[in-house]
């Protein structure tokens, strides 16, 4: 076997187990949906909703609502759009926190008017569904590539952040068009060059704690907000 039929087949198990791993997590999602208290908060997503310590952070604060985290590492607009009820819909939340599309943008394929097409669909899905639902969409997070790793770099090298603000520009208009409200808690996760801090990210892309402190440091207006309005209904 040649090195590129090696390096191919490692791909392609890569792949299998990931498409495994991705098929479990949904599938777990809807046995705990069944036990999950309905009208409560969904954040969904991909890694970066999924690595989101929320529930953690926020036990000492007292907030009469229940956070479900349904994202799940990997995952595409085309893989959340097949599995909208494990992963949202079938919890009837009240309100949902959406941050999907970053692993769209990791090929060279990307084309961003196709991109947009499955989110509005995603967002359409919501809405219909769930009529009385309160929807943000998160303003997707920096990315530092020159602080990844090589095989790091090699799978993110085209999400640029050119790519992404780009991609945030084109959701806010589409958050204004569904009256959705549209969330950018990058506030304190970048450097003077507009990258992600160094200190805060695992690959270049993927954050540790630090990073998700700062994030819900600027969630927390819209958490506080929810809670009144829950507390009064």
């Known amino acids: 076997m040649t090195e590129q039929e090696k390096q191919s087949l490692t791909r ?7 498409a495994r791993d991705k098929a479990l997590k949904a599938d777990r999602f809807q046995e705990l949906n069944r036990i999950a208290r309905k009208g409560q908060i969904v954040f969904a997503g991909s890694s970066l909703m999924e690595h989101f310590p929320i529930y953690e952070m926020l036990l000492d604060r007292r907030l009469p609502y229940t956070i479900y985290n349904r994202g799940i590492g990997g995952y595409t607009t085309n893989e959340l759009l097949d599995t909208m009820g494990p992963c949202i819909l079938d919890l009837e939340p009240a309100a949902v926190f959406l941050n999907i599309g970053t692993n769209d943008m990791n090929g060279a394929d990307y084309v961003l008017p196709e991109f947009l097409d499955r989110y509005e669909r995603i967002v359409r899905s919501i809405l219909q569904k769930l009529p009385e639902v309160k929807l943000y969409l998160l303003a997707f997070y920096p990315v530092n590539q020159a602080a990844a790793p090589q095989e790091a770099a090699e799978a993110f090298c085209c999400r640029t952040n050119e790519r992404l603000q780009e991609a945030n520009h ?11 409200e549209y969330l950018d808690l990058n506030a304190g996760l970048t450097d003077e060059a507009g990258n992600l801090r160094k200190e805060l990210t695992i690959d270049g892309v993927h954050m540790h704690v630090e990073g998700y402190r700062i994030v819900l440091d600027n969630l927390l207006p819209a958490l506080e907000e929810l809670a009144g309005k829950m507390k009064t209904d």
């Open 170 to 180: 084109e959701i806010r208009k589409l958050a204004e068009r569904y009256h959705a």
């Open 12 to 18: 392609q198990l890569m792949e299998e187990w990931s």
